[in-house]
């Protein structure tokens, strides 16, 4: 690549060879069809096989270099499972073709058939028979030797980044498998995989806010879905006994390393359990698609070892708050002394607050940093629990957990909420402090009142971050680094 030339100059001189192309009646773009018989790594694993018997096979994939020479040449194919050398020669595959595999250039697509040897210096390649070009590359690839490291530019430009920088597929290919693995362990346990409505007339399930579309027809506003939860009880209450989801939820919020506007959840509900029987099986989930997708139970994630093998940790929102910030707020009985304590550490407090808000701004504040190793903090206050059973013995918390791992909270689970008239006094309390000023507040879904009043058998709920799962898993540090087209905001 010559340095003085810049890109859309190179840009031109492609256009006149796909044009000089056409002109002879070699258009690239009319191939529609080329038949693949084998892959980089197939071939370089049964090497000895193929070469032996000198069978005829064929490879397709993007030139990644090239070293043209008087009657013999080489390049180097890049496919789907990585790279493998051609060796090409005049004697071979003919003049014609000869010479116009000379004027391919690096990022084009080509076709090359032939058999498999091992040059001088023991690499193991495929001699061409034939050559074709399928597709014509009109761009010129990032420059070898410093790639593409502009990080938001590969977010932006994936396609790119996944040609140039190779080793990031792996992190894709692992995101598959994780998923597949959770499937086959939810499978195997009697669940059953649904569809819900991404399309929402209420937004519900969480606390967040939603994105706002409308439906032109019905002139309707309408919610892309901020959880899966709602739906999915409805099948309990239907007798779907065991349901899961997988599936895309939107929240108009922030965008950070662990926040992304659209992201995947899992959602899963289980009846004739609680949210303990929903620890033992996040617990034993985790485990089990480790060391399915892994090999292993210890996984490496920044400065940190986490251990998904040994028994996670299991506190309550009370305790850890007292562990880390000697609070003890099963002392603390009105809310004026949470506010005037809540005060005393510097902490905001809204006017819509309850104890049980304070309590979540101390954990937050002086908890969850502190959370590296798998713990499931149980037992949240009734305020930010409003889907959640209270705890029989102590109702101003509820039987519900969440899983922190390296800091961040990975799972979310309930005893799920059965009574329809405590339900709906948790709704009409959720539309007071809509109205006082909470946007991640919910409103009133009277059909879902309406399936509990059917009655909704205990129920045990979870949902998991599938980002998070998957950043954890493969050392990510940012949630874009495990999502294929990340949300970015549009360049100018």
């Given at each position: ?13 492609r ?16 191939q ?25 096979i ?16 080489f ?16 004697d071979?595959?003919?003049e ?14 080509a076709?090359?058939t ?26 010129v ?16 430009k994936?396609y ?60 309707l ?11 999915l ?28 506007p ?8 289980e009846?004739?359990?609680d ?31 986490i ?20 609070v003890d ?33 101390f ?38 957990f ?44 009277e ?5 509990l ?40």
């Amino acid at each position: 690549m010559d340095d003085h030339i810049d890109y859309s100059e190179q840009t031109q001189i492609r256009l006149e060879k796909l044009e000089a192309l056409q002109a002879s009646g070699q258009d690239p773009f009319q191939q529609v069809k080329y038949d693949v018989t084998h892959h980089s790594i197939e071939i370089k694993e049964n090497f000895e096989t193929l070469e032996e018997s000198a069978t005829i096979i064929s490879i397709a994939g993007r030139i990644m270099s090239r070293r043209v020479m008087g009657k013999a040449s080489f390049c180097d194919i890049q496919d789907r499972d990585g790279r493998i050398q051609v060796y090409v020669r005049r004697d071979d595959i003919g003049e014609e073709l000869y010479e116009a595999f000379k004027h391919y250039d690096i990022g084009d697509i080509a076709g090359i058939t032939g058999i498999v040897i091992k040059t001088k210096t023991g690499e193991i390649s495929l001699k061409a028979k034939s050559v074709i070009l399928l597709a014509k590359s009109l761009q010129v690839l990032p420059e070898k030797f410093h790639g593409l490291k502009d990080q938001e530019l590969r977010y932006r430009k994936r396609y790119l980044d996944l040609i140039v920088n190779p080793d990031i597929k792996d992190v894709f290919l692992k995101r598959t498998a994780i998923i597949k693995a959770i499937r086959t362990f939810l499978d195997n346990r009697g669940y059953l995989e649904v569809d819900t409505p991404v399309l929402q007339t209420i937004a519900g399930g969480a606390s967040a806010r939603p994105f706002v579309t409308k439906h032109n027809t019905l002139h309707l506003d309408m919610y892309l879905r901020i959880a899966l939860e709602l739906p999915l009880k409805r099948l309990i209450v239907g007798g779907l006994e065991r349901v899961y989801e997988i599936g895309r939820v939107f929240r108009n919020e922030g965008m950070s390393i662990r926040h992304n506007p659209e992201f995947t959840m899992l959602e899963l509900y289980e009846a004739y359990t609680d949210y303990h029987g929903m620890m033992d099986l996040t617990e034993t989930m985790l485990r089990e698609v480790s060391q399915k997708v892994l090999g292993v139970t210890t996984v490496p994630y920044g400065d940190h070892t986490i251990d998904l093998g040994k028994p996670f940790e299991r506190l309550t929102m009370v305790e850890a708050v007292k562990k880390y910030s000697n609070v003890d707020f099963s002392s603390i009985k009105a809310l004026e002394e949470a506010q005037d304590i809540a005060k005393a550490h510097h902490l905001k407090v809204e006017k819509w607050h309850g104890k049980g808000h304070i309590l979540e701004l101390f954990f937050d504040e002086y908890v969850e940093k502190h959370l590296i190793q798998p713990t499931f903090i149980m037992d949240h206050p009734i305020e930010i629990s409003h889907l959640t059973k209270s705890k029989p013995n102590d109702p101003g918390y509820t039987e519900r957990f969440e899983l922190f791992i390296v800091g961040r909270e990975f799972a979310n689970a309930y005893s799920e909420l059965n009574d329809p008239i405590d339900q709906r006094r948790r709704f009409q309390h959720q539309e007071q402090m809509k109205n006082a000023g909470d946007e991640e507040a919910t409103a009133i879904d009277e059909d879902f009142l309406m399936a509990l009043e059917y009655g909704m058998p205990p129920t045990g709920g979870m949902g998991l971050g599938i980002e998070r799962l998957i950043m954890l898993l493969t050392n990510a540090y940012s949630i874009r680094d495990v999502m294929l087209f990340p949300t970015m905001k549009p360049t100018e």
